[in-house]
């Protein structure tokens, strides 16, 4: 952003059942394949208090193909059916020593999901296919009006969009089968 603008997050999250028909919609309506399909691994920090939750906000240490990037998100708020939060992100050059740093900080790692992630642009939008261990999702960032036409480009529903973070739905799922892990990770084999 430049002139001053605070970095935003703007988005939708729809769930899915079918990421194929979504790829060939997307094929269809002239989109950009940006990033092949990758694992994230993505961890939350708070202090004991949960001050940071509490608040609404979201301190994630990201994870993926040796990458890393720290982020921080401020609370969200909805306008229109659409998510908007401040979110503030850098790279980071040894995801270990960052977590040290947290750590040191009086902060520790509270959840951690994983996804795999497909990346796609269109309509000024980013695009991104997500499969988790508790279903897949598309997740549209973008300006308000391009979300729109994206989620209509794709034939989605936008009244299915649902506000939670990953770390919300898996928490809303615990409660329903609290056997569920503490994480929101992949079964190993």
């Not at 850098?90 to 270990?96: N, S």
């Not at 497909?118 to 308000?144: K, M, N, Q, S, Y």
Request: aromatic share 6%; charged share 35%; glycine share 10%.
């Amino acid at each position: 952003m430049t002139g001053g603008a605070r970095p935003e997050e703007i988005e939708v999250k729809l769930p899915v059942t079918d990421l194929d028909a979504i790829r060939r919609r997307l094929g269809e309506a002239g989109a950009s394949h940006t990033r092949a399909r990758h694992a994230e691994s993505n961890d939350l920090y708070d202090d004991a208090g949960g001050r940071l939750s509490g608040a609404g906000c979201a301190l994630r240490l990201r994870r993926v193909d040796g990458e890393s990037w720290l982020t921080f998100k401020g609370p969200a708020r909805f306008e229109q059916g659409v998510k908007t939060r401040e979110e503030r992100e850098t790279t980071v050059g040894d995801a270990g020593e960052a977590e040290a740093i947290l750590l040191r900080m009086g902060l520790s790692r509270r959840f951690r999901y994983e996804k795999r992630r497909e990346e796609w642009r269109l309509l000024g939008c980013a695009i991104a296919l997500d499969e988790t261990p508790i279903g897949d999702f598309v997740e549209v960032e973008g300006d308000p009006a391009g979300i729109r036409k994206v989620v209509a480009a794709l034939e989605l529903d936008f009244a299915s969009a649902i506000p939670y973070s990953y770390a919300r739905l898996y928490a809303l799922k615990r409660k329903e089968n609290p056997s569920l892990p503490h994480d929101m990770v992949f079964e190993r084999r």
